[in-house]
């Protein structure tokens, strides 16, 4: 399958460089390319691509807030580049729906393999990178209203969503999974839309991130 690819930067060489680096795969077509946020909500609309690769910082609207704005109306999986190496950039980037977080010099076959990720609901950030955000920010007070919704939710997960949960946390994809846990990649796919709605998180990776944060999950050495 051929997968439709939006490319959106402001600077019109790095745009130009990343569409005819995409491009040149066999099983990407760069379908659009836009100059900053505003248009790339726009064209997306317009083009209905399946992954819309993305800077950060950018006139008009940044790629963080034009995220938020075409996750939950298009549908289409966002990785974000960037070539600032920031926490909080990562942080807001999982908030807002990505799917992916990479620098600008992570190189072609990486960004190509995170746009082919993207496209099958994979998580895309680097687990040691989840874990040193994680690490960053303060756990929420055991009885404040976020702990308790975090462990409402926890509770409501059956024992195999939960298995699915800590292998999410891990950064392994749906075929990692499914080997590991002896069952089909559709069975994966079942308990991952199980396990997102119940966690209340639109992506993989923000589920990741409440594997973190309600101590479900573990930081090497936690």
Do not use: W, Y
């Not at 900053?36 to 992954?51: K, M, S, Y």
């Amino acid at each position: 399958m051929t997968l439709r690819v939006l490319v959106v930067d402001d600077q019109a060489i790095a745009r130009a460089g990343l569409a005819t680096m995409l491009d040149a795969e066999p099983d990407v077509d760069v379908v659009g390319q836009s100059a900053d946020g505003e248009d790339a909500v726009a064209d997306a609309l317009a083009l209905r691509p399946d992954v819309v690769v993305m800077d950060i910082r950018m006139p008009r609207l940044d790629g963080i807030a034009a995220t938020r704005r075409i996750v939950p109306t298009i549908g289409c999986a966002v990785v974000l580049i960037t070539t600032f190496d920031d926490d909080e950039h990562l942080f807001d980037g999982i908030a807002a729906g990505a799917s992916g977080f990479l620098l600008k010099d992570s190189g072609p076959d990486l960004i190509a393999a995170a746009v082919r990720s993207a496209a099958r609901g994979d998580s895309l950030i680097d687990p040691a990178m989840t874990r040193a955000l994680i690490e960053q920010r303060v756990a929420p007070a055991p009885t404040s209203p976020d702990a308790v919704r975090h462990r409402a939710a926890l509770d409501s997960l059956s024992d195999r969503e939960r298995d699915v949960l800590d292998a999410v946390a891990r950064g392994l994809s749906n075929v990692d999974i499914a080997r590991e846990l002896f069952v089909s990649t559709a069975t994966v796919k079942s308990h991952i839309s199980s396990l997102l709605a119940k966690t209340d998180s639109r992506t993989r990776v923000q589920a990741a991130v409440f594997a973190f944060r309600s101590g479900f999950a573990r930081t090497e050495g936690g």
